[in-house]
């Protein structure tokens, strides 16, 4: 899925929406505009490293979008090194749930669309909850174990097991 509309702001917006500005732009990026503030979307969170924001067709009462600053290919592009990126894209969505009132952990799905299955060619983080409320569609887009969507869990694994060059 794609872009954001409005979003619950952190208390501290100004800020994180000034540290958003980051080298590693790709001019044709939906998610990079974003990052860049070409494109008015209201962001939840942003560091120097990462930005998270509404997604614009959600699949899940909570569905957001958390994504690095810098323009980062697909998942199956990414090798070991990326590691802590993947663990502190998931530790952001746990706590943008968290900071909107929902706190059942063991009700939500984080995950990638894996290739050729994205709709934007930036490194996202599917964060989606009540994973139990999720319809039909959603729960077919969203799919564990299927051929175009990954588990959080399941990449690290899949990165965990890579050759130490790689």
Wanted: glycine share 4%; hydrophobic share 35%; with cysteine.
């Amino acid at each position: 899925m794609a872009a954001a509309e409005g979003a619950n702001t952190m208390s501290d917006e100004t800020s994180a929406q000034s540290t958003c500005h980051r080298d590693g732009y790709e001019g044709k990026c939906v998610f990079c505009k974003i990052v860049h503030k070409e494109i008015d979307t209201e962001l939840m969170y942003c560091d120097e490293e990462l930005a998270c924001f509404k997604d614009v067709k959600p699949g899940a009462p909570h569905h957001y979008l958390v994504i690095p600053n810098s323009h980062v290919g697909n998942c199956k592009s990414l090798k070991k090194e990326h590691i802590p990126l993947v663990e502190k894209m998931v530790e952001v969505g746990k706590k943008m749930l968290q900071q909107n009132n929902f706190t059942d952990l063991n009700d939500i799905r984080l995950g990638f669309h894996w290739p050729p299955f994205c709709s934007i060619a930036h490194l996202h983080l599917h964060v989606l909850a009540p994973a139990s409320q999720m319809g039909f569609i959603s729960r077919m887009f969203y799919r564990i174990d299927s051929y175009w969507f990954i588990t959080a869990e399941q990449l690290l694994e899949r990165l965990n097991s890579l050759p130490e060059n790689s």
